[in-house]
Nanobody, 118 residues
């Protein structure tokens, strides 16, 4: 599966952005999907994930209550709605796919930069 993230940009603190990740190649509903981020000088960290059907979601504590992950299996797209953004959310955000019976996210797309100004 090939992944392409988009939707990043510059936003003021308190603002919102919605990231999209378009998938192509194999059947999208075979995969659990995730969003990760990496700020300059830091390790990549988990942000959120969603199961193949959309019924199960998980969030990092740092974004819980502010970010929402969702997916459209008919449109082969996963979204990350980010509200109440903070400067510490500034990072390159990447989407990733994991086969539903797999243990790791093995497929990665190019990231999209989110910059939150104070």
């Amino acid at each position: 599966v090939q992944l392409q993230a988009s939707g990043g940009g510059l936003v003021q603190a308190g603002g919102s952005l919605r990231l999209s990740c378009a998938a192509s190649g194999r059947t999208f509903s075979r995969y659990d999907m995730g969003w990760f981020r990496q700020a300059p000088g830091t390790e990549r960290e988990f942000v959120a994930s969603i199961g193949w059907s959309g019924s199960s979601t998980y969030y990092a504590d740092s974004v819980k209550g502010r970010f929402t992950i969702s997916r459209d299996n008919a449109g082969n797209t996963v979204y990350l709605q980010m509200n109440s953004l903070k400067p510490e959310d500034t990072a390159v955000y990447s989407c990733a796919a994991k086969e539903t019976d797999g243990l790791t996210f093995d497929y990665w797309g190019q990231g999209t930069l989110v910059t939150v100004s104070s």
